[in-house]
């Protein structure tokens, strides 16, 4: 599947889904704005690896590209992971409710035993 057809949801756990993408997202976030420059120089990856990287979180939405002249800045997008947290949100009530019902369930049974 080619990344660049798959919708935003997709998009953003596909990004999120490296761990490269993780820790840029977090220096962002620690440093509030970074240049891609920056960025290359506290890795240990070459300059286009890092673009690749950038690429990915912009296109998911997790950030958003500033150029002033020739300075690419860097800043998490205010909105970028509200659409994942609510999507896990949706999941973790759905599994606690499944839970509470098969703990109740199991309660039930034990005692007609």
């Given at each position: ?8 949801l ?32 506290l ?71």
């Open positions: 599947m080619a990344i660049q057809n798959i919708d935003s997709d998009k953003k756990f596909h990004a999120l889904g490296d761990s490269s993408r993780r820790e840029i997202l977090a220096l962002i976030s620690k440093k509030q704005r970074c240049t891609a420059g920056e960025l290359v120089d890795f240990s990856s070459s300059q286009p690896t890092i673009s690749k990287h950038l690429k990915v979180l912009e296109s998911a939405g997790l950030i958003i590209r500033h150029i002033e002249g020739r300075h690419h800045n860097f800043t998490l997008a205010a909105d970028g992971l509200k659409e994942a947290d609510a999507w896990i949100k949706r999941h973790i009530i759905f599994w606690e409710n499944s839970l509470d019902r098969l703990g109740q369930f199991l309660d039930a049974n034990n005692k007609d035993s």
